[in-house]
């Protein structure tokens, strides 16, 4: 999803396709995954208060895991970012376990150190920040000091891809 293009049909496309192979797999199985490391994040709305869910690209990092509000190289931020940023507490799930997280706004030097290793894993992915005319905003999660781990198999209706 290098071109402009690309990007905006795989927009349109792989949110729904996202949703329909976690529908099909109860949760199990991401099409992201496939392409690169990829997460379910599930975080409280800035405005709503309500559970919202969103299939992520990542950057593991030992225990932490990385992830850029890139929202395809739209203008625009995408609204998980504002929901970290008003509620920093989370759900993941990756690599098959759900675990709550703290989200951290990354900034300064730490940020542009993450981008030699974000583009290591998805080249030229600084272009979607060129492209939108924005910050993107970059955020470490960590493990959350209460909360703890969880199987995957273990149901739970707020773990994320639980339908």
């Known amino acids: 999803m290098r071109t402009r293009p ?23 199985w991401q099409l992201s995954s496939a392409l690169v490391p ?4 599930r975080t409280t709305g800035a405005r709503s208060g309500l559970p919202r869910e969103t299939v992520l690209m ?11 509000g890139s929202n395809f190289g739209d203008a625009r931020h995408p609204a998980w970012t504002a929901n970290l940023l008003a509620h ?17 706004l990354v900034v300064g030097a730490e940020r542009e150190s993450l ?10 992915y600084r272009a979607y920040e ?4 924005r910050e993107l905003r970059i955020f470490r999660l960590s493990p ?9 198999a ?3 209706a707020h773990e994320p891809g639980a339908e």
Do not use: K, M, N
């Open 58 to 68: 990542c950057l593991p990092r030992g225990e932490e895991l990385v992830v850029v």
């Open 6 to 28: 690309a990007r905006a049909v795989a927009r349109v496309l792989l949110p729904p396709a996202e949703r329909l192979v976690r529908l099909a797999s109860r949760g199990r």
């Open 38 to 41: 990829s997460l379910t994040l």
């Open 144 to 152: 959350a000091a209460r909360g703890g781990e969880r199987g995957a």
């Open 88 to 104: 920093p507490e989370a759900l993941i799930r990756h690599r098959g376990r759900v675990r709550r997280v703290t989200a951290a």
């Open 154 to 156: 273990e149901g739970d």
């Open 130 to 133: 060129r492209d939108s005319g």
């Open 115 to 124: 981008w030699d290793e974000l583009e290591e894993q998805w080249p030229e």
